[in-house]
């Protein structure tokens, strides 16, 4: 719970007062996409604005840029 992102959220340490935008895979195996719907939800209802774009067929390590 230390390390994850959503239990930041939903305890406070992470401030909604940016907007967020969240991108995921939807074939990822190492992390679901769930994850991301979860956090998405978990911003909204302390006010965060979201933005979170689910990419099917796409796994884990999928969305990084080549030339990185």
């Given at each position: ?16 007062a940016?907007e ?8 990822d195996?190492?992390?679901?996409s769930?994850?991301?719907?979860r ?20 796994g ?9």
């Amino acid at each position: 719970r230390e390390s994850s992102p959503l239990g930041w959220v939903e305890d406070g340490r992470a401030l909604p007062a940016m907007e967020w935008v969240l991108t995921h895979g939807t074939t990822d195996r190492t992390v679901p996409s769930t994850s991301s719907q979860r956090m998405a939800s978990a911003l909204e209802r302390r006010g965060a604005s979201v933005t979170l774009t689910l990419l099917p067929g796409k796994g884990h390590g999928d969305l990084i840029v080549p030339w990185m």
